[in-house]
Nanobody, 127 residues
Framework: QVQLVESGGGLVQAGGSLRLSCAAS????????VGWFRQVAGKEREFIAT????????LYADSVKGRFTIARDNAKNIAYLQMHDLKPEDTAVYYC????????????????????WGQGTQVTVSS
């Protein structure tokens, strides 16, 4: 199983930007789809973005479309979530997740689709 470690979270003012990273170890994740999710205390974890292992297919939640970009560098075993125009409602703990796929073009947007998760990184957006 792959181990995932998120980084890049922090405190930012509304309208600012952050780039989250998700570093994989233990198993290459060049053959895996990657997803980003976020969770506010007391609420369910929600889907943000996903990318196929080829990097050619992506999907975003409506709430972040046009502001967030998911990307990956398979040679470095890292996935990214670039976040622009951050809003206070983006405040949450952000998690990356991965799972093996048979197709280079598959991606997944449900929590139960993923079998490897990072520990999360806190993003706080002040108004």
């Amino acid at each position: 199983q792959v181990q995932l470690v998120e980084s890049g979270g922090g405190l930012v003012q509304a309208g600012g930007s952050l780039r989250l990273s998700c570093a994989a170890s233990g198993r290459t994740f060049s053959d895996s789809a990657v997803g980003w999710f976020r969770q506010v205390a007391g609420k369910e974890r929600e889907f943000i973005a996903t990318i196929s292992w080829s990097g050619q297919r992506t999907l975003y939640a409506d709430s972040v479309k046009g502001r967030f970009t998911i990307a990956r560098d398979n040679a470095k075993n890292i996935a990214y979530l670039q976040m622009h125009d951050l809003k206070p409602e983006d405040t949450a703990v952000y998690y990356c997740a991965s799972r093996l796929t048979l197709s280079s073009e598959d991606y997944y947007y449900t929590i139960r689709s993923y079998d490897s998760w990072g520990q999360g990184t806190q993003v706080t957006v002040s108004s």
